[in-house]
């Protein structure tokens, strides 16, 4: 199992930059990804950022440029840094783990932060 507890949501303005901080309860190199989604009221959850335990990235095309992904392995920390944030970047920011096992692929999910951009 995994555990995760997000921080860094809150209010900004239009062009500002929020950091997400994602903590795991266990080591990351045995996740085999780790990835922030995003949630609007009405919407789908759809996928921001993610790392793999090998340290490759992916990102949302509405996001490329704009956000980066990292990680503190010795933390078992994930972070998300948003820049030239916009008012459609407004949505609860949740971070995933998923792990590969015998049985097949399984999704933790953190509470989700709330993060608000106004114009």
């Known amino acids: 199992q995994v555990q995760l507890v997000e921080s860094g949501g809150g209010l900004v303005q239009a062009g500002g930059s929020l950091r997400l901080s994602c903590a ?13 989604y995003h949630q609007a009221p009405g919407k789908q959850r759809e996928l921001v950022a993610s790392i793999t335990s090998g340290g490759s990235r992916n990102y949302g095309d509405s996001v490329m440029g704009r956000f980066t992904i990292s990680r503190d392995v010795s933390k078992n920390m994930v972070y998300l840094q948003m820049n030239g944030l916009k008012p459609e970047d407004t949505a609860v920011y949740y971070c995933k783990a998923h792990l590969e096992t015998i049985v097949g692929g399984i999704n933790y999910w953190g509470q989700g932060t709330q993060v608000t951009v106004s114009p």
């Open 24 to 36: 795991a309860s266990r080591s990351l190199l045995s996740i085999n990804e780790m990835g922030w």
